[in-house]
């Protein structure tokens, strides 16, 4: 078996632990281990030639996948907010189902009643979320 196959396994058994764990940033090593593989193959590079390269490439595609990456997760705030109901539920604004004594209530945001603290309001009274502890909303007099 000559070098250049053994690269080209290599950087195909790289794209295959991306695909099993991903995020890791071993698509980007494989995409060196292929340049590597593509290069001693065209030109017959020796050993010492091919782990600079490997390294090289390595460094350029996984700086390529840094801005790849950066691009793509933009709007990254957005979706995590999706799964993130506390942070949705930040600033929002309530109206109080059981009344708060002691610190202590209920309160309807949306169609999905909370445990809340914050000041002894009577119910109905609208309120509005400043935090999130748990399960448990903090709210303020609106």
């Known amino acids: 078996m000559t070098l250049h196959w053994a690269w080209a396994i290599g950087a195909l058994v790289l794209a295959l632990f991306e695909l099993h764990a991903p995020g890791f940033y071993l698509i980007w090593l494989a995409l060196g281990a292929g ?12 050993v010492e030639a091919q782990l600079l390269t490997f390294a090289a490439a390595s460094l350029v595609s996984c700086v390529m996948g840094f801005f790849v990456y950066r691009r793509v997760l933009r709007d990254e705030p957005a ?8 942070r949705q539920m930040v600033g929002a604004h309530a109206v109080v189902a059981e009344p708060i004594r002691n ?16 000041p002894d309001l009577p119910e109905g009274a609208a309120v509005v979320v400043t935090a999130v502890r748990g399960t ?5 007099a609106a």
């Open 35 to 46: 340049t590597v593989a593509l290069a001693t193959f065209a030109f017959g590079f020796g």
């Open 79 to 86: 979706a995590l907010a999706r799964n993130a109901r506390d």
């Open 103 to 118: 610190g202590r209530g209920k309160i309807r945001l949306g169609d999905t009643v909370w445990l809340a603290e914050g």
């Open 136 to 140: 448990t909303a903090v709210v303020a």
